[in-house]
């Protein structure tokens, strides 16, 4: 069996995380790199770190495979994707200017800058709200799953979300006009 | 759910909670964070997984016939950390410096060698629950090789308490600002027990969580108890954390300053460098000190400083799949000084290239390494922690170029930090 990628649905807005129905290793790549990408990129605010990231999680997955495939792998790879970043933020800090790189050529110019500035807001976020912006957005977890995955009340999952939307919201707002 | 798009993103007033965070996720689409996904994967991606995968297993296999006869060593050390650690009395709560108060703190096997330590601080993230932005972290660091493994174990007065082998981590892993390795890891080490391992603690001392990467890799969260009742202590967690990592001993605060001292011509880091340290002040009560020139802004004397605090080896090409580091190679970049302050950018393999930013301060006739003044915690930590004047900082590290000391209101500190005492200070 392949694995199954669903469109990204309507709740909520948030990107709907991908189902794996069976744990092929290079499907359950292929299908949920982007979004593994978009919550590393949210957690760290880095693209080259998060591409980093998302690699080495993988690769460390990979090398366990045989034990998590019968299961969803999918919060094995979340984990170490979240862990890694953890990992990063307290070993080294994120630079401090990204470097300027220019944009690609299958990459639409308008959608780099926005995630650009997306980021540059981000980094005002403090770490835990990046967190769960990432994991309810891009990893699809509900309140009550993030709040178990960061193990803190689904109170806090959710005012940290709404802080984090509103505080984002401004800050983009003052970028467009920059 | 009001669609909007990136050029509509609705203010602040617009928003407000609901029950499962629904508007607050579409509103997070209409901001455009689709644009953070990553689409599809990199046709090379898999590969570069696979081999990174296959390079990491054929590390732990060489590993394998030595952690057979390591076991043993574990299994006694565990035994003898566990006898030794049976009649602690109940943990108090970390509130200062590590060498500030009692308690019990961690150190290297007895059997190490080339120890190297620091004191210093750190900068945690701001504003979480579990970790206020109001923390300051000073932590204390060893970096040690015994017969097995090279590893670096830290502490702090969060109660952070890791063990991390060095130079068995894979090349790419994110390590290098705590212990880079001082070569290539030519020599796999046989450390099989435990990988990394940490514990972090709530800011109200009352809840103990970690995590751990273990030598099959396993990434998942662990909890872990602690002694004492779930106090968040040094006394509570060293235990747990000798108990997991082979050797690491617990001790006093005698015996940790008594082994600080013993290890002082081999530190990394030394506490008398500090702007307030006891030997600071003791320059500062003799007779009519004479004012010193402005130092050299010289980059190859702020090099020396970072290569010792960093444990750079120059002659070491850097690990496999790293760019090339500052155009100009290993160094410090663009010093900025003012007195006997300085900003410069360092540049080494081990972090992707070149760390901006870095903070320097002439003591006692050399420049030392300050630390990374990357995110705003750090900022402030080196502001008003390490001494280093607000406008001294202006000048070296312009806030049009990123964070300023200023930030350190706006992240929600209500009171001025108690004075940085000095590792050793009254």
Known sequence: LEAEEQGRGDEGGAATPVPVLVADFDSVYRASYGSMLGLARTVLADDAGAEEVVQEAFARCFSKW????SDDPLPYVRSAVLNLCRSRFRRKEPPLRAAPDAPSAEEDAAVEARRRQIQRALTELPARQREVVALRYFGGLSTDETAATLDIAAGTVKVHLHRAVRALAVELEELRHD | MTDRTPHD???????GPDDDGVRDLGVLRGLGFDALSGGDAPLDGLHDVKARA????????????????????????LGLLLASTGEESAPDVYTGPPAAQGGHFLLPPADATDVGWQLGLDAVDAGSDDIPSTEH????RFEYETAAAKMSLSADRLGTSEA?????????DYYGVVGEPSSAPSEPANFSTIWSFWINCASDGAA???????EAWNFELRSVESGGGGECSPTALAPALASQVRGLRVVDEAEFLEYLRDHTDTNTLDPANRPTTTATTVVSTSTTPPVPPDPPCDA??????ARDALQIDENDPGYEGFGPPFEGGYGVYGPRCSGDWAAASVSRPYTQGTDANDIFHWVDGRWTYVGNAGVPTSVCLIVERMGMPPEVFDEVYPPNEGIDWHSCVELGWPDPPPPWPGPYGP
């Not at chain 1, 045989?66 to 495939?69: P, S």
């Not at chain 2, 972290?137 to 204390?140: I, S, W």
């Open chain 2, 9 to 15: 993103p609705p203010s602040g007033d617009q928003l």
């Open chain 1, 66 to 69: 045989a034990r998590i495939e």
């Open chain 2, 164 to 172: 991390t082998a060095v130079e068995s981590i894979p090349s790419n």
């Open chain 2, 137 to 140: 972290v000073d932590f204390y």
């Open chain 2, 54 to 77: 296959e390079r990491s297993t054929r590390r732990r296999r060489w590993t394998v016939g030595a952690a057979a006869a390591a076991a043993l060593l574990v299994v006694g050390s």
């Open chain 2, 300 to 305: 190859h004397l702020m090099w020396e400083a």
């Open chain 2, 208 to 214: 103990v969580a970690g995590g751990a990467l273990d």
